[in-house]
């Protein structure tokens, strides 16, 4: 265990790369089972969640060797499920990606129950819905999923119960080996769907659509080996810099900025009064994404005029939103944040008060942000929850004097030396081992 000393106050200045996506990787290492030969990925993020993706396939069979950011792995022996790891399992949502991944695959086989960020209900009977429809039966049980792939695969027409963005990935996956034309309507095309489509499609598959929300996949026989796919840069991350550099006044440039995923964050800025500017323009290295700098220069901000609220893409990011919070915290006036999908990541908010922020609870989902807000500084548990926790660290390093920040595990499975990284462009966080 480990705690964080933060000596905030401190303007911020330089120059900020941005990391590679977290959800990618995580959906592209489960998507690498599909393959019965070498994958190597590129680009891949050295976080804690990848870490357990990667325990996760190694206790099943999954040969893997890595060398910084680059993974090789070969699925081309036979599994054993009953191996599996079930800490790496029950942590990590995205081990659901396993019931997609192995529909071609096994035909009897059970699935620990995931964990995750504690953000409240988060139902799995979309995944199981819409995987029937392929031919994939899973069963709940107390703390497993009793799966049964008994029949052939079949394409089938399949409108999702809840346009999620790992529903979509299951059903990406169980329909590329299916023979025929599967239809999926209501899918999710956020950025880890789309990047997901993009290496499956270079691999062999036939999914037409990206992009979108119908997506027509063809099946095929089989997938062909991976020599290299590069992961594509993290929104998320992007915003949370974003949201450091005007939570401390500060001037700096993120580079490596999925621009068409941040583009309704920026102009919401914009209305704001935020100052920035959008240069070096360019694709991501898998050719798939327009990538930015953008260069945050520091202003005096206004309330948005409305609520602001997330939604699937091309809305504004859900997992974004919170990180509007410490941004709306400096902002003269008061928003209405509304965090429709989550019951609990709301309440999480409160915890800024503690540093001072001027926050009001009006239900499960929907807060009042009221600014400008002038941080101090306190000691604080992370709650459990990604987003929610790095808001409190955003705080900190905007508070002046010393704070300290404990449990911070939950950042680290999200986030690459991120600590360092804010160091390097000024901060002073300290992590303590206790």
């Known amino acids: 265990m480990s705690y964080l000393v933060v000596n905030g106050g401190k303007k911020l200045n330089g120059e900020i790369t941005n990391q590679s996506s977290k959800n990618s990787a995580e959906a592209l290492l489960c998507a690498s089972l599909m393959i019965k030969g070498p994958v190597t990925l590129t680009d891949v993020p050295q976080i804690e969640g990848v870490n357990r993706i990667l325990e996760l396939l190694s206790s099943i069979g999954v040969k ?31 081990s659901l990606l396993l019931l997609g991944a192995l529909a071609a695959r096994e035909k009897k086989y059970s699935l620990y129950k995931s964990g995750g960020c504690h953000l409240g209900e988060r139902t799995v009977r979309p995944h199981l819905y819409a995987l029937q429809k392929l031919g994939v039966n899973v069963v709940s049980k107390d703390c497993y999923y009793e799966v049964k792939n008994s029949q052939p695969l079949r394409a089938s027409h399949v409108i999702l119960y809840e346009s999620g963005d790992t529903t979509t990935e299951n059903v990406i996956m169980a329909a590329i080996l299916a023979p025929g034309v599967t ?91 935020q100052k920035f500017i959008i240069k070096n323009e360019r694709l991501s290295k898998n050719g798939k994404f ?21 939604r699937p893409f091309p809305g504004l ?20 944040v509304h965090d429709w999908a989550y019951e609990n990541r709301a309440t999480y908010s409160l915890e800024l008060q503690k540093l001072g922020a001027k926050i009001t609870l009006l239900d499960p989902h929907r807060i009042w942000v009221e600014g400008p807000t002038e941080f101090s500084p306190a000691d604080i548990v992370c709650p459990p929850a990604l987003r929610p926790a790095v808001n409190i660290l955003i705080a900190m390093l905007a508070a002046k004097g010393e704070s300290v920040l404990r449990n911070t595990n939950v950042i680290e499975r999200g986030y690459e030396n991120l600590y360092d990284t804010l160091n390097k462009v000024g901060a002073d966080i300290k992590e303590v081992k206790e």
């Open 64 to 94: 893997i060797s890595r060398s910084g950011t680059t993974v090789h792995l070969d699925a081309s022996a036979e599994l054993n499920l009953d191996k599996m790891d079930q800490h790496a399992a029950e942590v990590t949502r995205t």
């Open 183 to 273: 239809t999926v309507k209501m899918a999710s095309a956020n950025y880890q769907v789309q990047d997901l489509c993009y290496f499956l499609n270079s691999v062999g598959a036939n999914i037409a659509g990206i992009g979108n929300t119908t997506l027509t996949i063809t099946g095929v026989e089989k997938l062909q080996s991976a020599q290299e796919y590069p992961i594509m840069p993290d929104p998320i991350v992007a915003m949370t810099f974003i949201s450091v550099a005007i939570t401390t006044a500060s001037n700096l440039t993120i580079k490596n900025c999925p621009l068409e995923f941040l583009e309704l964050e920026l102009y919401k800025l914009e209305i704001m009064g």
């Open 317 to 336: 990011n859900i997992d974004n939103l919170p990180l509007f919070i410490p941004i709306l915290t400096q902002a003269r006036g008061r928003t209405m």
């Open 290 to 310: 327009k990538i930015v700098d953008v260069e945050i220069i520091h202003g005096e901000l206004a309330a948005l005029p409305d609520k602001i609220y997330g």
